[in-house]
């Protein structure tokens, strides 16, 4: 089970932090995902994060913004959003998956409830 949260309003170029709880079996997780979604439109994938290494990935549209982490012990998945932009708006979802193709959403077998962004200019 996926709980994501930390979402809220905030103003252009300000920063938010989202955070994903994990509970129940992790021991088939390989990859965390970070994806967002806007009404009428495809879910995009945001960010990824291996769960044993910690190794990180991050779409193109936020390289230098964005950065996923993971802290395994706690079983938490973070998302730190710096330079938010009014295109950073949506509903942001934390997924668990085993496997590799971390920008596919059909990769992922469990989805958080989603948590909203809103970035106002």
């Known amino acids: 089970q996926l709980q994501a949260y930390g979402g809220g309003l905030v103003q252009t170029g300000g920063s938010l932090r989202l955070s994903c709880a994990v509970s129940?079996?992790?021991?088939?997780?390989?990859?965390m995902g970070w994806f967002r979604q806007v009404k009428g439109k495809e879910r995009e994938f945001v960010a990824a994060?291996?769960?044993?290494?910690?190794?990180?990935t991050v779409a193109d549209s936020v390289k230098g913004r964005f950065a996923a982490s993971r802290d395994s012990a706690n079983n938490m998945v973070y998302l730190q959003m710096n330079s938010l932009k009014s295109d950073d708006t949506g509903v942001y979802y934390c997924?668990?998956?085993?496997?590799?193709?971390?920008?596919?959403?059909?990769?992922?077998?469990?989805w958080g409830q989603g948590t909203l962004v809103t970035v106002s200019s």
């Open positions: 129940g079996r992790t021991d088939y997780v390989y990859m």
């Open positions: 994060v291996t769960w044993n290494s910690g190794i990180t």
């Open positions: 997924a668990a998956g085993g496997s590799t193709l971390y920008k596919t959403v059909t990769a992922y077998d469990y």
